[in-house]
């Protein structure tokens, strides 16, 4: 399955921008979708991740309530739903699909076969 990654761009602190990650070449179906991402010279790290089948969702402790992951399964697409933006929120969004990820493992990087190529996101003062 490939991944691709959209909908970064620059805004306010305060603003919103949804994320989408699109699979193509086969389905989300039996996969544990991630979003991670990564700011200059820091590691990656996980932001929310989501079970296709039946949608159950995790998110980091820090963004709960200004993040939201959800999946539109019509459209075979993970969405990321980013508000109350902040300047520490800059980084590059990428989105990660595996098929043998286990819960406990949901938030490791190394954890996840497939990625997308990244959508940047800068919040700015």
């Known amino acids: 399955v490939q991944l691709q990654a959209s909908g970064g761009g620059s805004v306010l602190t305060g603003g919103s921008l949804r994320l989408s990650c699109v699979a193509s070449?086969?389905?989300?179906?039996?996969?544990?979708i991630g979003w991670f991402r990564q700011a200059p010279g820091k590691e990656r790290e996980f932001v929310a991740g989501i079970r296709w089948d039946g949608g159950i969702t995790t998110y980091v402790d820090s963004l709960k309530g200004r993040f939201t992951i959800s999946r539109d399964i019509t459209k075979n697409t993970v969405y990321l739903q980013m508000n109350s933006l902040e300047p520490e929120d800059t980084a590059v969004y990428y989105c990660?699909?595996?098929?043998?990820?286990?819960?406990?493992?949901?938030?490791?990087?190394?954890?996840?076969?497939?990625w997308g190529q990244g959508t940047l996101v800068t919040v700015s003062s």
């Open positions: 070449g086969g389905t989300f179906r039996g996969y544990k």
């Open positions: 990660a699909a595996s098929s043998r990820v286990i819960q406990s493992q949901i938030g490791v990087p190394s954890s996840y076969g497939y």
